[in-house]
T-cell receptor, first 109, second 117 residues
Framework: DAKTTQPTSMDCAEGRAANLPCNHSTISGNEYVYWYRQIHSQGPQYIIHGLKNNETNEMASLIITEDRKSSTLILPHATLRDTAVYYCIAPSGTYKYIFGTGTRLKVLA | ETGVTQTPRHLVMGMTNKKSLKCEQHLGHNAMYWYKQSAKKPLELMFVYSLEERVENNSVPSRFSPECPNSSHLFLHLHTLQPEDSALYLC????????????????FGEGSRLTVL
């Protein structure tokens, strides 16, 4: 797997955009970037993934730099329910979903 | 509701007991996974099954024994566990093939919280 680096924790005001960065400088050309989040004591939830182009769905947007060495997950209007640990992963081998420590996002009222 | 159901949600067992965790997915996926999450630690990949064959076994002690009778069901048989095995055990499924085609997003169950006394 490409090694990913994320900040340990972040705070965001409710209603504001939450921008969660991820560095994956060793990513190879065919490795997708996946984002998941885990709300306390629940199973992780898939958010979004991408290869080269920016992606958007009903949950979030994913911005991938042109050199693909980093990406940013954007929650456009964070709510208290978005408080969770967010994981960025870039699996290389088939089935090799290795989760790191992620970013603990706290949305403040 | 993710389409992946785990039972039981909570389990307390002694070190000499034998128990099993069950996972069932209703998504038509053909890859299934077991993860372990200890307190304040990242998820650890334990086992992966693809089309009912084990394709990953991440140096897991033999006191954990997986079984995948078909592509919809996955079990984790537990025997002579240690207190340090207390954790949240998470099951997930994905479509085959995963990853390289960008279609390998994992769908997780809610987990089985295991306490070993």
């Amino acid at each position: 797997d490409a090694k990913t680096t994320q900040p340990t924790s972040m705070d965001c005001a409710e209603g504001r955009a939450a921008n969660l960065p991820c560095n994956h400088s060793t990513i190879s050309g065919n490795e997708y970037v996946y984002w998941y989040r885990q709300i306390h004591s629940q199973g992780p939830q898939y958010i979004i993934h991408g290869l080269k182009n920016n992606e958007t769905n009903e949950m979030a947007s994913l911005i991938i730099t042109e050199d693909r060495k980093s990406s940013t997950l954007i929650l456009p209007h964070a709510t208290l329910r978005d408080t969770a640990v967010y994981y960025c992963i870039a699996p290389s081998g088939t089935y090799k979903y290795i989760f790191g420590t992620g970013t603990r996002l706290k949305v403040l009222a | 509701e993710t389409g992946v159901t785990q039972t039981p949600r909570h389990l307390v067992m002694g070190m000499t007991n034998k128990k099993s965790l069950k996972c069932e997915q209703h998504l038509g996926h053909n890859a299934m996974y077991w993860y372990k999450q200890s307190a304040k630690k990242p998820l650890e990949l334990m086992f992966v099954y693809s089309l009912e064959e084990r394709v990953e076994n991440n140096s897991v002690p033999s006191r954990f024994s997986p079984e995948c009778p078909n592509s919809s069901h996955l079990f984790l048989h537990l025997h002579t566990l240690q207190p340090e095995d207390s954790a949240l055990y998470l099951c997930a499924s994905s479509q085959e093939p995963a990853v390289q085609t960008g279609t390998g997003e994992l769908f997780f169950g809610e987990g089985s919280r295991l306490t070993v006394l």
